[in-house]
């Protein structure tokens, strides 16, 4: 049984704790929303799946201005709080491929991992077309969401290719654009889209 050592509301203090911006923020409660969707999809934990999204940057506050430290220090932040190696090991996976934490020959190999990596980088494709339709979420399809995938120039920074390691747990790319968009639609108002 995955549990949780600690509740929602206490993640989001651990969060508070260093200072956030708040498109660093809202790119967590986007996470977790995505996450969340994903593991009703999956019938998967969604507590779980949801405390991953929220919790996958616990240390960007703290390392963004060195990346190659980013997941160095969320092991620590995360054992403290509670959390098992299982849980901290998943998180510090979505760092694999990068030059952070030594990970840069690491490969994703566990559907969850597939899951939060693909999770986490969809919101900022996401999020910058939303931002390009004048911050509008309510209204968006998923053929609009794809021809900016597509097009590589789009929010650059955003993986495509993990983005496609969804594929590896059975999910299109189509059902993933639209469980995603789904789910960021129901926080929009607290991530200041509309």
Not at 27 to 36: A, C, F, T, W
Not at 46 to 53: D, F, R, S
Not at 123 to 147: F, N, P
Request: net charge negative; hydrophobic share 40%.
């Amino acid at each position: 049984m995955q549990n949780l050592p600690i509740s929602r509301e206490q993640a989001l203090e651990l969060l508070k704790r260093y200072p956030q911006t708040e498109a660093d923020f809202n790119h967590y409660l986007e996470s977790e929303v995505v996450m969340k969707k994903l593991a009703e999809k999956l019938g998967e934990n969604i507590e779980y799946y949801g405390m991953l999204g929220l919790l996958h940057d616990v240390d960007w506050s703290l390392t963004k201005e060195n990346t190659k430290e980013h997941l160095t220090k969320a092991p620590e932040i995360l054992k403290k709080a509670g959390f098992d190696q299982k849980f901290i090991d998943i998180i510090v996976s979505h760092g694999y491929g990068f030059d952070c934490a030594g990970l840069e020959d690491k490969k994703r190999t566990h559907k969850i991992e597939h899951a939060l990596a693909a999770s986490e980088t969809l919101t900022g494709l996401i999020h910058a077309y939303a931002l390009m339709r004048g911050k509008r979420i309510s209204d968006m399809e998923v053929s609009g969401l794809k021809k900016k995938f597509k097009d590589k120039a789009f929010a650059a920074g955003c993986d495509r290719e993990i983005i496609k390691e969804i594929e590896n747990i059975g999910i299109t790319l189509d059902e993933f654009f639209q469980i995603a968009i789904e789910g960021i639609k129901n926080i929009k108002e607290h991530i200041g889209l509309s």
